[in-house]
Structure formats: structure tokens, C-alpha cells
């Protein structure tokens, strides 16, 4: 199982909702992650947190508004969607960010796969 | 040049075959190489690391080969459970960004 929990598994909404996107991981890893995914497509970076702070975001649209309330805490919010933005959405974290010569490994929650109507 | 290239398959073998994918990167600085695996509708998940001496871990044998910016995998002796995509993974260099490849698609057959 992993140690990375996303919630939900999946959401449809329409382009005129608003939802969130959670994640948590215990593993005191001090660095998180979103990531995009579309069928057969590999997983696309959108945002990294390194100790609580904002360290990339991929020229995102803003429609997207990524949030870390703590160190444990991922949130994704979602307004007026578009219906291409539909794929799934996975949560990632690592032990750093700076340091990828240590493992990298990155552990990725089981994602959430998001539709928009 | 795309960052990270593999050849996307699918591989096709029976069990018991060796498999290899090969995967090129564009940026020189780049440190750090991984291989993952992702299962249909699952997450990636780490399959190995490649490091520069090479190294193997049971039927899995992954090789860099800086010069020529190349990492490979090898499998031996493939099983109905390795079925899945294969995707390379590299840093971008300085900024230490993970850079996936698209992934080889893997179905072993009885």
C-alpha cells in the first residue's frame, strides 16, 4: 500500500464547480508534488513544495491553485475547470527536493482521477 | 531534442525471454537516473535507481552510460508480473526536476 493517501479516487464536476484535491503523507518527507497524468501519456509536473513553500510551478493555469497548510498536507483547488483538464491527478512526495543524489525516489499516492462534464 | 526519449513499444515477449529498453536524455548536466514502473491505472512506482558503475537488483540490471547520455534496463527470465509500462526518469541538471520519458510498454505472455 502506499504511504501517500489522495482523496478523492474520483471526481466529476462540472466547469463551474469548485473542488479540492488532498494528499497527506506521514513520512516527514519535506518535499510534495503535483503531477498531471493522461492516458498513455507520462505524468507531467505541475508544482513542487519544499518545506511548505512554493518552489516550482509549471506555468499552470491558474484555474488550478495548489495549497501546503503543513508539512504533511497537499491540496489541489479547482475552479471553472475546462473539460480537457480532465486525467489523473497524482500527489507525490520526496525526502528533499535539493538533493536528488540521495535515493529520489519520489513515492506517488494512488492519484485522483478527475473528470470534468 | 525531447528531454527524456524511449521507445514506446509495446514489447511483446513470452515468459522466460530477456527484454531491454533503452532510453536517451538530452541535458549533460543531469545527475540522478531512475527507472519506474507503472501498472495500468496505478501509480509509478520506483522499480531502481542507475547508477554510473551499473547495478542489478535480481533480474533487473540497469547500465548509464554517460557519454553517450543512454540508460538501459535489462530483464531476465520476464514474468506474466512484469507486464507494465517502463519509465525512465532524469533529473534536469541543476534545478534537480524529474523528467519522465514516455514509457515502454511491456506484455509477457504465457
Known amino acids: 500500500d502506499t504511504e501517500v493517501t489522495q482523496t478523492p479516487k474520483h471526481l466529476v464536476m462540472g466547469m463551474t464547480n469548485k473542488k479540492s484535491l488532498k494528499c497527506e503523507q506521514h513520512m516527514g518527507h519535506r518535499a510534495m508534488y503535483w503531477y498531471k497524468q493522461k492516458a498513455k501519456k507520462p505524468p507531467e509536473l505541475m508544482f513542487v513544495y519544499s518545506y511548505e513553500k512554493l518552489s516550482i510551478n509549471e506555468s499552470v493555469p491558474s484555474r488550478f491553485s495548489p495549497e501546503c497548510p503543513n508539512s504533511s498536507l497537499l491540496n489541489l483547488h479547482l475552479h471553472a475547470l475546462q473539460p480537457e483538464d480532465s486525467a489523473l491527478y497524482l500527489c507525490?512526495?520526496?525526502?528533499?527536493?535539493?538533493?536528488?543524489?540521495?535515493?529520489?525516489?519520489?513515492?506517488f499516492g494512488e492519484g485522483s482521477r478527475l473528470t470534468v462534464l | 531534442r525531447k528531454e527524456v526519449e524511449q521507445d514506446p513499444g509495446p514489447f511483446n515477449v513470452p515468459e522466460g525471454a530477456t527484454v531491454a529498453f533503452n532510453c536517451t536524455y538530452s541535458n549533460s548536466a543531469s545527475q540522478s537516473f531512475f527507472w519506474y514502473r507503472q501498472d495500468c491505472r496505478k501509480e509509478p512506482k520506483l522499480l531502481m535507481s542507475v547508477y554510473s558503475s551499473g547495478n542489478e537488483d535480481g533480474r533487473f540490471t540497469a547500465q548509464l552510460n554517460r557519454a553517450s547520455q543512454y540508460i538501459s534496463l535489462l530483464i531476465r527470465d520476464s514474468k506474466l508480473s512484469d507486464s507494465a509500462t517502463y519509465l525512465c526518469v532524469v533529473n534536469s541538471g541543476s534545478q534537480g526536476n524529474l523528467i519522465f520519458g514516455k514509457g515502454t510498454k511491456l506484455s509477457v505472455k504465457p
Open positions: 507525490a512526495s520526496s525526502q528533499e527536493f535539493e538533493g536528488f543524489s540521495n535515493t529520489g525516489e519520489l513515492f
